[in-house]
């Protein structure tokens, strides 16, 4: 299985981009889905992360991006909204089993990344 994100692009600050990202081929219907971020120079992050019974957000995007799946899909997407030249990275879709931390961010089924840039 693999996942195909889309939806990044250049953006002015306070824009906003929605990026999505889908499985290629078998529909496996992940426990969790998310989107992480890595910036140049910094290590991968958590952005937001969504499974049935819970929503996790990075305090860096509260009140500004929104997670939501489409369970029958296996989609997840990420509506970035105020975006800010801090939010500069490439984003990557992930999905994996309850039982992986989200707060892991080797483990596992990573999606090619999407970069995003914010201009100021």
């Known amino acids: 299985v693999q996942l195909q994100a889309s939806g990044g692009g250049l953006v002015q600050a306070g824009g906003s981009l929605r990026l999505a990202c889908a499985p290629s081929?078998?529909?496996?219907?992940?426990?969790?889905m998310g989107w992480y971020r890595q910036a140049p120079g910094k290590q991968r992050e958590l952005v937001a992360s969504?499974?049935?019974?819970?929503?996790i957000y990075a305090d860096s995007v509260k009140g500004r991006f929104t997670i939501s799946r489409d369970y029958a899909k296996d989609t997840v997407y990420l509506q970035m909204n105020s975006l800010k030249p801090e939010d500069t990275a490439v984003y990557f879709c992930?999905?994996?089993?309850?039982?992986?931390?989200?707060?892991?961010?080797?483990?596992?089924?990573w999606g090619q990344g999407t970069l995003v840039t914010v201009s100021s």
């Open positions: 081929g078998t529909i496996f219907s992940a426990a969790i």
């Open positions: 992930n999905a994996r089993p309850s039982s992986v931390p989200v707060t892991d961010v080797r483990l596992g089924i």
């Open positions: 969504a499974s049935r019974s819970n929503t």
